[in-house]
């Protein structure tokens, strides 16, 4: 990194030197010091988006250490680094911001994919409406790393293969391996187990000539016979009963009803508190109202005193193909009773009002199901996508969402 600005000095040497009796081989020379240089001191640019940046750290840090490879000073601006780790999955809202970064690094500049998803999307590859299908789609990729994910040594030996490549530039012929160019890469790898295969051999010989010592001591030793260890019977184990948090569904069930009696349970046909009790305490009350009395009665069981609803779990929905379910999750901290809560809303005119006046948590929750369902909330304070970019065509949650990249066909 520190020396991205030497190639602009071997011009300008060159012009100078090139006409002399060897002078043309005396810039080579600066050329390759430069190369050298500028491989084994590259600065990579903080950039781990899933799971394979796991194996990204392990890289640098203490066990595997890739400031051994002059890989050294992650950065966390472009305009310091001139190395990026695609580590993870790229999702398509994520690409102009990495071609952002990519720009504002200065040249010259690598990009190792590292792991299936930074290569060719990965398991995303076939059914994904997000995910980028490779790196390479959106900046040029010097070293693949395949794996899923690579291990550290593997993300090393990718790091080897660039400073390879990255030695191999010029002025004159940027990718020909010259005869300068084939000064033999230090292997420390091969040579650290050359050394410790070595070193086995010569402990097992050494542990070969004790071997035979012992038994010539000792001409009438047996070992002794591995023994079956007895099963061991133990106790049955009483189960512990499931701990029965707050209020029980008969009971939340009638404050309800009390004063929403349009209240239903969803797919529940006789909802007396009687049938309720009956379901048993790991049955969690699922309560069915419709839009006209949706925010009345979210108030009221975060209001009631006895109920003590007073923290929003989730916000989300569900696609029954001829109408949605908007679910609201909602618990009881004080008491520990939780509760579903869902409203029919129609597909033709898929909104319903907002909550998020009512439980602030509900603002980007409304949002992602705005993102994934095309569900409109009403009154909401920032009405618009999450996850997706602004342009995205539909709303990939949907069961009648169809992706042109999609490779595999839903069943219905
Ligand atoms: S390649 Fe595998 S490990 Fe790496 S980000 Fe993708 S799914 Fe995660």
Redesign the pocket.
């Given at each position: 990194m520190g020396v991205s600005g030497a190639s602009g000095v071997t011009e300008q040497v060159a012009e100078i030197l090139d006409k002399y009796p060897g002078g043309i081989r005396l810039v080579d020379s600066i050329e390759y010091l430069v190369a050298w240089a500028r491989a084994n001191s590259l600065w990579p640019l903080i950039y781990g988006?899933?799971?394979?940046?796991m194996?990204m750290m392990s890289t640098g840090s203490s066990r595997h250490d890739w400031a051994r490879f002059g890989v050294e000073v992650a950065r966390a601006t472009p305009r310091q680094a001139d190395l990026i780790v695609l580590?993870?999955?790229i999702v398509e809202k994520m690409g102009p911001n990495l071609v952002t970064l990519y720009e504002q690094m200065p040249a010259p500049k690598y990009v190792i994919a590292?792991?299936?998803?930074?290569i060719s999307g990965?398991?995303?590859y076939y059914d994904s409406y997000s995910v980028i299908r490779g790196g390479d789609r959106l900046i040029p990729v010097d070293v693949y790393v395949p794996?899923?994910?690579?291990r550290p040594e593997a993300l090393l030996y990718g790091i080897m293969e660039l400073q390879k490549k990255i030695r191999k530039e010029g002025r004159r012929n940027p990718w020909k391996v010259g005869k300068l160019l084939d000064t033999p890469f230090v292997d420390t790898h091969s040579m650290a187990k050359q050394e410790w295969t070595a070193q086995e051999k010569e402990k097992e010989s050494g542990l070969q000539l004790a071997r035979e010592r012992f038994k010539t001591e000792n001409p009438d030793y047996k070992p002794a016979k591995p023994q079956r260890l007895a099963k061991e019977k133990f106790a049955a184990v009483t189960r512990v009963e499931v701990r029965n948090n707050g209020l029980d569904n008969a009971s939340i069930l009638t404050a309800v009803q009390k004063v929403f009696p349009s209240v239903t349970l969803f797919r529940q046909t006789d909802i007396t508190p009687d049938n309720v009790a009956g379901l048993g305490p790991e049955y969690i009350l699922d309560l069915e109202i419709g839009q006209g009395q949706y925010t009345e009665l979210v108030r009221f069981l975060k209001e009631d005193k006895d109920l003590g609803i007073d923290l929003l779990l989730q916000v989300t929905a569900v696609d029954w193909q001829d109408h949605f379910d908007v679910l609201v999750h909602l618990l009881s901290t004080r008491h520990g009773h939780k509760l579903f809560l869902r409203c029919p809303v129609a597909k033709e005119r898929a909104e319903i009002h907002t909550i998020s006046d009512i439980f602030r948590g509900a603002d980007w929750h409304e949002r992602e199901v705005f993102d994934l369902f095309g569900i409109r909330f009403i009154d909401h304070p920032d009405m618009r996508r999450i996850f997706l970019q602004d342009d995205f065509p539909g709303y990939p949650l949907r069961k009648d969402f169809e992706d042109p990249e999609r490779v595999v066909k839903r069943p219905y």
């Open positions: 988006t899933a799971c394979c940046a194996e580590a993870g999955t590292m792991g299936s998803c930074a990965g398991p995303f794996g899923c994910p690579p």
